[in-house]
């Protein structure tokens, strides 16, 4: 009993220090930048819109019925705005408190499956690579969906070890316990994003179905108590949605959910190996041991590792198959390969630490030539970005070029990443690959996981800032001076939602109709009641003015130009 405590005692001690080294890293800095369009943009507008309008169960885009996203991550954004005020911080709060969770998580996961040292390469490398660490900084959906899905794949995995009795595993709780909680979070992750949740949950056991040569192991009234418990947490949407208010608006939402796999939605189409890259460079150095474990390993001691092993390789590839075959490229629709592959990299280095497989060249050399990407791009950056100029003729696009000429200060300091990453490749390949016992080698780890996450932390200090101000700023602070004003806030030519959310735009300026092009040409042409402002890019301006002549040109900075009418009967706008 005294060693089982003292075990206990020692899993919330470091639980404890890897929470609160994550919160050190996620917490600080969220309101430091304007959230970026789309995405963060968009989600939080609908959830700043439900706290204007009270309105919790139905998910509202400029107050109009919006079937894209169902409403559990608004909810916790929602929430964060409540408490924290409606603003940067609070949209990606949620993502932040995700991010502490998620590394706890993966520790207790990796102590479980092996032991206290690979719970802690596990949580480790999933915090020093680039994108995993970057998401949970934003302000997007995905870093909460993938950890429902997750989460309750793992506990499902749980749940048919329990059934087969394994005994190389420690698990208390009933079999049932784990299967419905495992549907659960499944169906959490599907009132997060959508169904795609839990078609990623069972085509990974579909494929683990094949690999067991179509043995059921799991029967038919098993599969549909976990497809309930699933069915349960969506209901608590879908449900209420289609008592109180008919089932068009989750006709819509499914159909949407088609037409991302179907089609490029919003144009973002891509080559078919986008997301292999994206895997390759977003989640270095994590990418470059996934591609070693890939390859045969020392094979693990026990069956429930040797087990783990595999659901981790089906879950990668079921991932990264089917949004390869999805015809909208989107950097995020892969992420939920995150966690296997971590957890895969996390095998080789455990192996590698153990003295049982060596840093061979290739290796090395995927290190050197990833990290070295990043960190000449990042020190040759701030001297490129020091005269704009010089970049001006290489674009056609009269946006960019317009985009260029606003007031950055580079100073030099922002190389300091790229120096500071240069460092850390010099040092942890020192350590990893030379001569040396165990501990020299979890030295080097340390600093080329631990370092990149600084890395990555420093170039949101030094980077986000300016890159938002050529991307976006011009246009979000137009939008900002007329917050609170009685008026309309429109965009023409491109898409946004910074206009609705940094225009904190009230119930009371929602559209008349529900059509936007209608509601466009009203404000544009109509007999409008308060000023319309437009904001558009530099390439479109002519055409737009040429189209309404009632509108006058107010200003124009960094490739935007914002124009006015005034409404008729009156002298001047508010």
């Known amino acids: 009993m005294r060693k089982t405590g003292s075990k206990s005692v020692g899993k919330m001690k470091y639980s404890i220090i890897i929470g609160l080294i994550a919160a050190l890293f996620f917490l600080p800095f969220l309101g430091g930048a304007h959230l970026f369009d789309w995405d963060e943009i968009n989600f939080a507008e609908a959830a700043r819109e439900m706290l204007r309008s009270g309105e ?107 059934k087969e009795g394994y005994d190389s595993i420690e698990l208390k709780a009933n079999r049932w316990t784990y299967l419905f909680f495992g549907g659960l979070l499944v169906g959490l992750g599907m009132l997060t994003k959508g169904p795609v949740a839990y078609l990623l949950a069972a085509l990974t056991m579909f494929v683990y179905w094949i690999y067991q040569r179509f043995r059921f192991y799991v029967n038919v009234p098993q599969f549909l108590f976990f497809t309930a418990a699933a069915t349960l947490a969506m209901l ?18 499914n159909e949407y959910q088609y037409r991302l796999f179907s089609t490029p939605d919003a144009g973002h189409a891509g080559f078919p190996g986008y997301h292999f890259v994206v895997l390759l460079f977003g989640c270095f150095p994590a990418s470059i041991f996934l591609i070693r474990a890939l390859f045969p390993l020392p094979a693990p001691a026990l069956a429930h590792q040797q ?9 990668f590839w079921v991932v990264l198959i089917l949004f390869t075959i999805v015809k909208s490229k989107i950097v995020h629709y892969s992420s939920l390969c995150y966690f296997p592959l971590t957890f895969l990299a996390a095998t080789s280095v455990y192996n590698l630490i153990e003295g049982r497989i060596a840093l061979n060249k290739w290796m090395k050399t995927g290190i050197a030539f990833i990290g070295g990407v990043y960190a000449l ?22 946006f960019a070029q317009g985009n260029l000429e606003a007031a950055v200060s580079w100073t030099g ?44 932390m420093l170039t949101l200090i030094f980077y986000i800032n300016r890159v938002e101000s050529y991307s976006q700023r011009a246009a979000i602070e137009f939008f900002q001076s007329k917050a609170g004003k009685p008026c309309y806030l429109i965009t023409h030519g491109y898409k946004s939602y910074a206009h609705l959310f940094y225009g904190d735009v009230p119930p009371e300026a929602k559209p008349q109709m529900e059509d936007p092009q209608q509601w466009k040409e009203f404000l544009l042409h109509g007999a409008v009641d308060r000023p319309v402002y437009v904001a558009t890019k530099v390439h479109k301006a002519t055409e ?4 309404a002549p009632e509108l006058k040109e107010i200003g124009r900075k960094n490739g935007f130009v914002f124009f006015e ?9 508010n």
């Open 56 to 162: 919790y169960l139905r998910v509202y885009i400029n107050y109009l019925p919006f079937w894209e996203k169902p409403p559990l991550f608004l909810w916790l954004q929602a929430l964060a705005m409540g408490a924290f005020g409606t603003g940067e911080f609070a949209a990606r709060l949620p993502n932040a408190l995700c991010g502490i969770a998620t590394l706890v998580l993966l520790y207790n996961m990796g102590r479980k499956l092996y032991d206290h040292r690979f719970g802690l390469i596990w949580a480790g490398v999933y915090f020093g690579s680039v994108l995993p660490f970057l998401y949970f900084k934003s302000g997007i959906i995905d870093p909460v969906f993938n950890l429902f899905i997750f989460s309750g794949l793992y506990l499902f995995i749980l749940f048919y070890w329990k």
């Open 544 to 547: 737009l003015a040429a189209s």
């Open 236 to 253: 608590a949407w879908y449900g209420v949605e289609i008592w109180q208010n008919g089932p068009a608006l989750v006709i819509q939402f």
């Open 377 to 398: 791009l990042l020190i040759s950056l701030p001297w490129v970005m020091m005269h704009p100029e010089r970049l001006s003729p290489l674009f056609n696009d009269p």
């Open 565 to 573: 009418r005034v409404p008729p009967n009156s002298d001047s706008a």
């Open 413 to 456: 300091w922002e190389m300091l990443p790229g120096i500071w990453l240069l460092g850390v490749l010099w040092l942890s390949l020192r350590w990893i690959g030379g001569e040396g016992d165990g501990n020299r080698r979890i030295k080097g780890f340390a600093v080329l996981f631990g370092g990149t996450a600084v890395f990555v």
């Open 307 to 315: 087990d783990f092993r595999k659901w981790m390789l089906f879950l």
